[in-house]
Structures are given as C-alpha cells and as structure tokens.
C-alpha cells in the first residue's frame, strides 16, 4: 500500500505509467485500493466540451458542438448551431470514462447518444442533473450538469493518438494506431503490432520526420499526409505550451471530406503549471472530485481519500506511509492518506480533523507525529482545538515524539480529552485497530 499511495504522493502521472507499460496498462487504470473515480494529485482534468475549446484554439480539427447546463436552453441551441443537421450527438459530462456504457440512477441507460435533431431535448432532459455511474466512477457515480450537443460526423476511419510523457526517454512520447475506437487496453492486446511509440526531444520539439513516423502509424485512408503532419504538430504544440500530462485522442477521425478531426478528447494538466495556466486551471468542476480532497487543497493538505475504517493524521509522507502499512498489518484498514507537513499551522490541524471526521466510514483516528521541524506542542493545541469545533464522535488514539513532546503530552493530558496515548507507532497501531473495532 505504501509503494501505491507513493505513487501519488510522488506527483507519477498515470501517462507516464501507459507509455511505459503500454501493452498491459491502460490510459484509464488506477493504481488499486483508490477509488477509480478520484482525481490523482499531478493533473487538472476537464471536460470534453472545455476541452474541444482549448483544441480549438491550437488549429485542431474538432467537431462543432455546444454545451447547456438546462433543457430550456436546447431548442435555442439546435436552431441556432445545427440547423440543417438531421442527426445530433448528446453525450453527457462528467470526468470519468466509459460514459456510453454507463446507466444513471433514474434507469436511463448510456451517457453518450445519437438522435434525430427533434429528439435531443427529450434525451438530454435524461441526463441533466442525474448521476451517471459508470465502470470508472465507482458506485456512486457523478453528477451530470451539462450535456455537450455536438455535430455527428460522417467517419471514413477511426484511429487511436496520445502524447503523454515517458521515463524511458524522459520526455514526451506520442503513441498511435491505425485502429481506434476502443480502450488502449483492448488496441494492446488485439493489435500490438500495429501501435507505435514515437519519443520527443523536448529540447528541439517534433520534427517533420517524427511527425511523418506518426502519421504512418496511423496510417489514414482518405486524409491528405501534409494535412494529418500539421494536425499532428499541432496537438504536440498544445501539449508542451499548455502544460499538458495527457493529450488522448480517442478515436482521432477521418471524414468522408479528408479530414483529420479530433472527434473525442482527454486533457490533463499539470498541477506544477497552475500559476502559468491560470485560465485552463479556473477550469477546474470541483463537483466531480472527491469533496475532502477539495477541502484539503484548500487548507493546503496533502490529502488521499482511501475506502478504510482508521483516520490517519501524520507528518511526512514517508511516516505516513509506515503508519499505513502497519496499521494493515495488525488487521486495520487507513481510510486515508494525510501527511500534515513540517509546518503545519494549529489551524491546519483543526481542518485536518474536521476532514478526517467528515469520512463516515472512520471509526477511529490515529494521530502519529514525530517532531522536527513540527512542533509536537503545536499538534496537540490543535487537536485541543479541533475537539471544541469538532464533535469527534470516535476514538482518537494519538503518538507523539520529538519536539517539545514532554509540552504536547501535557496539553494533552490537561485537556480532559479522551485520548488514547501510545508509546511507539506499533502499540499505536493496534490501539487504533482495536479502538476501531469497538
């Protein structure tokens, strides 16, 4: 568990892991014990319909749509965007995969439809404001509060394109298909021998030579070779200006007319270049993330939401990530991952509980702090404080070691709290297992 959580803690994008392993990892795996519907820490994730706009901007061939937040607005739309189109795509928006596939909560089945033009209010009026559950949302599921209403293409061809980033060649590396249309994972395995890998010098950028590999890797039927090259460089483009850690294509199209076209989308970016991709990063739909990791960011957490029964509050991802292991081993389970820094504030500790207790599934709470540079005094003022705002309905178990640790205690005791106090990370380990199984 702890070589998992490191993964994520470590800032690894999951597109480093598909180019590197390419034939049995898939653009869409998750790293296991993390529910598959939560953000990892390295990358903002936007929509389709955001994402089809910010192509859009860098010359690439997308399909002319609009998104809605209401069914009033549909009609309007239609008439005024698609006026002569007999058909339509509705596909709802959430940030997860396997949309199509996926069934809401009301029963309506799939997130993603073709119908006549007379019809798209009626299925769009499915889809608003319902929750969608699909294989990488998680039971769950995600709420739907916009649809994309988008022009359907007259495809010759569907090929598969991504530029994401390699540890092998460190740097980008752009992988594609002439097949396309169905999961990574499923191209791996049915055509191995057709999918490419082409690496980029970051340095010089892509080459018309390396944009030539990549265009007969996807080896297109009817599209003009100059043309696909140009579509090429500029999704490259997009991926190294706008600070991207996945750009995947999926199916990236031929039209019956020769064109290349972008015909659907997944952008991530990397967190590290918010302060310079300010207006991609306000993009940000914070209802489809885990809310404690959204209330952590903003407390400046380092916070992973995990599915377990004992609240973990440490300093230091490596402490934290013993801590979680050895609670494992004595038969518990962490409910999360949370490493509250060398300089955390009282008041980040007192955010860290209300976090922390807002999980219902906690049953108890371990409290593991070695003092260095954080103060062990500090820790338990806050968790004094904590105790007054929060009704800490569970039993909180707490090790402290190192700075001023003599004063924590102290605090501690002198507070009237019902805190279960621990002498070394294994007794408390187990007292916060059996505290749990109460």
């Not at 010089?204 to 043309?227: F, N």
């Not at 509250?340 to 504030?345: E, K, M, R, T």
């Not at 954080?374 to 404080?385: F, L, S, T």
Request: charged fraction near 25%; hydrophobic fraction near 45%.
């Amino acid at each position: 568990m702890a070589a998992k959580v490191a993964c994520r803690v470590a800032s690894v994008a999951r597109s480093s892991i598909v180019a590197s392993h390419l034939s049995s990892v898939s653009l869409s795996a998750n790293l296991e014990g993390q529910k598959p519907w939560q953000q990892q820490v390295r990358r903002l994730n936007i929509h389709e319909y955001q994402g089809s706009k910010i192509m859009s901007q860098y010359g690439i061939n997308v399909p002319k749509g609009v998104a809605v937040t209401s069914v009033a607005e549909i009609n309007k739309v239609v008439k005024e965007f698609f006026p002569t189109n007999e058909q339509l795509v509705v596909k709802s928006q959430i940030l997860a995969g396997g949309r199509g596939l996926g069934t809401f909560k009301n029963g309506f089945k799939g997130g993603v439809h073709i119908v006549k033009a007379e019809e798209v209010e009626t299925v769009a009026e499915k889809m608003l404001g319902q929750i969608l559950v699909t294989k990488q949302t998680g039971p769950e599921g995600k709420p739907v509060s916009q649809v994309y209403i988008c022009e359907k293409l007259s495809m010759a061809n569907e090929m598969y394109f991504a530029i994401a980033l390699d540890r092998a060649s460190a740097g980008p590396v752009i992988i594609a298909c002439s097949k396309g249309g169905t999961s990574i994972e499923d191209l791996a395995e049915k055509y191995p021998g057709m999918i490419i890998k082409v690496p980029v010098d970051i340095e010089i950028g892509i080459t018309d030579v390396e944009a030539s590999k990549v265009v007969e890797g996807l080896a297109p039927k009817v599209a003009d070779k100059k043309d696909a090259m140009d579509q090429v460089k500029k999704l490259y483009k997009l991926f190294t200006h706008a600070d991207c850690t996945l750009v995947e294509i999926n199916p990236l199209a031929e039209t019956t007319d020769g064109q290349v076209v972008a015909a659907d989308a997944k952008l991530n970016f990397d967190d590290n270049a918010a302060f310079r991709q300010k207006d991609i990063f306000s993009l940000r739909d914070t209802t489809q993330e885990d809310p404690r990791e959204v209330a952590a960011a903003a407390a400046d957490l380092n916070y992973i939401g995990l599915d377990g029964e004992i609240g973990c509050m440490v300093n230091g991802a490596g402490l934290a990530m013993a801590t979680m292991d050895i609670i494992k081993l004595h038969g518990g389970t962490p409910a999360n991952f949370l490493d509250v820094g060398g300089n955390a504030s009282e008041s980040q500790v007192v955010e860290a509980f209300k976090i922390l207790t807002s999980d219902e599934k906690v049953k108890a709470i371990l409290v593991n702090i070695f003092g260095g540079i954080m103060k062990c005094d500090v820790i338990a003022c806050g968790i004094v404080n904590a105790a007054k705002q929060v009704a800490l309905g569970v039993p909180v178990v707490v090790r402290l070691e190192g700075t001023n640790v003599d004063l924590g205690k102290s605090i501690l005791k002198e507070s009237g709290m019902s805190i279960i106090p621990a002498e070394d990370l294994e007794d408390a380990a187990q007292k916060a297992v059996k505290a749990a199984n109460v």
